[in-house]
């Protein structure tokens, strides 16, 4: 079992070579403020590193894993559809079993095109969006994430506006977007209100996970379904994180309010780097004539087959209902924890995702409050809940996946607790 002294000479040896042959050492920016840990292998809801160290994962690779890491199911379906070849440049009937499974879960969509990250479905979704209204720009929200690219990449600011958060980064790309606070359908009716005949599209993360873990406030999204369809506005939901996880039709299931489009990636395959763009026909048959959308690797067999095995399991187990009262579980218990040890912990979210950070105990409602929470404290603290044993992400989002049950709960409240005793917060 980890502990906070736990061994780290083979993570920190790989560490080094991967310094060398990498910059950062990562192949993902998001993974430099991340302890370096080596992984060996996941299973479930736990991973062992390098140095024998084992975690109880509430990262789940960024969301993915929803089914746990090595889901048997998805593996065996992908591995007896890949015997027969990967990449074919032309159709296969899984990508038909793919397509009809992915509808049928979500209800809504009429029809889907599959990609491999969420970052390209976002692009697709607002050329999509610009084709059909004539408009070029977008309506977006601060603290809500919509892939790396120019166009979308936001570096927060106190005002919630937001600026250019790379180098190299055109900031001429971002003139395309008005960024607003979520969760204030007045903001939004004022400026569609001013600039309506510009605007193709508004783009949120219906449940934001990005910055927090944070709900639309009761009649915010039907609202804003009204206001895009009183302006002629492409309504595009980010489910990149959502989907699959928060109900089997994601957050337009679980708020009940269905977009015009909407993206999806993560939950939706087992683990497997698969993403989609999904919604009315009349827009998406676009696609079909006059808009671009391309993908060497879109709907391989790999993809179809981890999608079918995915859904087909999700569907059949309907696992959403359990992994909501783990999460709960959790939440409660580090809460119970957190006041016992008199630390001023805060969690909000559901049980499938939710946000633990330091500071006021209110709940928030857009990125902007999350920002005067001490999140600088929560981020040090993850560091030892990570030397204890609990994988979690210095942002504060925690995932719960349909692998964990009693053994990781019992787990992971020893090791928090652990982790207070230690009084390192
Ligand atoms: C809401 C949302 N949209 C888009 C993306 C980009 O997806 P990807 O990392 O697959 O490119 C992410 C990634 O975390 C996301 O959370």
Known sequence: MATSTMVDARS??????????????????????????????????????????DYVDHLLGQGPNFLGHAPAAVLERVAEACSKGMVYGGQHELELEAGSRFLDALGWPEMVRFGVSGTEMVQAALRLARAATGRDRFVRFAGHYHGWLDNVLLAPTEDGSGTVASEGQLASHLEDSFVLRWNDADALAELLGQHGDEVAAVIMEPFMC???????????????????????????????????????????ERFGVVPDLATYGKAMAGGFPVAALAGRADLMERFASGVAHAGTFNSSVMACAAIAASLEQLTAERPHERVEQHGRAVMEGIERLARDHDVPLRVQGVGMAFHVSFGEDRTVHDSVELQQLDLERYQRFSEQLVAHGIWVASRGIWYVSTAHGQAELDAVLERFEATLRAGEV
Not at 16 to 33: D, Q, W
Not at 243 to 249: D, K, N
Request: charged share 25%; aromatic share 8%.
């Open 12 to 53: 920190a040896e790989l560490r080094r070579r991967a310094e060398e042959l990498t910059p950062g050492g990562v192949h993902s920016n998001i993974r430099l403020s991340a302890p370096r840990v080596f992984f060996e292998r996941g299973q479930g809801a736990w991973l062992w590193d390098v140095d024998g160290n």
């Open 210 to 252: 990005n910055s927090g873990a944070i709900a639309p406030r009761d009649g915010y999204l039907r609202r804003v379904r009204e206001l895009c369809d009183a302006h002629g506005v492409v309504l595009i939901f980010d489910e990149v994180i959502t989907g699959f996880r928060l109900a089997l039709g994601g957050a337009a």
